[in-house]
């Protein structure tokens, strides 16, 4: 299974590339950017406007892990994005609730491991033997980025 969607993903990745290169050869460099700004990274906090929704339930979920342990909001974002393995988020602590979470919000997950080349990845390069515990790191993964557009 793991197999048939990683060839999903390399299909879909050929056809964005070759799209990309048709594109690239009927511009002229000033039309590709006509500005002349650098282009911002895939997951700049700009893209959050595209994750409200999960952006907002994860807030939630952070303020009420907060409002039991005490803290602030900065705080916490910071003290996760420095080691998520040690600080946890309530409802998300489980690996149940983490692919329940992923079962919720697995378009806007995808998408954004789509754009920091997780599928690109061996599974066994992340410890993940199995398509369940890969869904597992994976979804753990996005929420850490998610996580990363609320600071």
Do not use: C, H
Request: net charge negative; no cysteine; glycine share 4%.
């Amino acid at each position: 299974m793991i197999k048939k969607y990683l060839q999903f993903i390399n299909e879909a990745d050929e056809v964005e590339t070759a799209e990309a290169q048709a594109q690239a050869e009927t511009e002229t460099p000033d039309e590709a950017n006509p500005t002349g700004e650098a282009e911002k990274s895939e997951t700049d906090a700009s893209d959050s406007s595209k994750f409200v929704d999960v952006i907002d339930e994860l807030k939630s979920l952070i303020e009420s892990t907060i409002k039991k342990s005490g803290g602030e909001l900065s705080t916490f974002v910071e003290s996760y994005i420095k080691n998520p393995n040690d600080v946890k988020i309530e409802k998300l602590i489980n690996d149940a609730d983490v692919y329940e979470f992923y079962l919720k919000w697995r378009n806007d997950i995808d998408e954004i491991l789509s754009d920091i080349n997780y599928f690109d990845e061996l599974p066994s390069e992340n410890n993940a033997f199995g398509l369940y515990e890969y869904t597992i790191k994976g979804t753990q993964k996005a929420i850490l980025e998610f996580v990363k557009m609320i600071k």
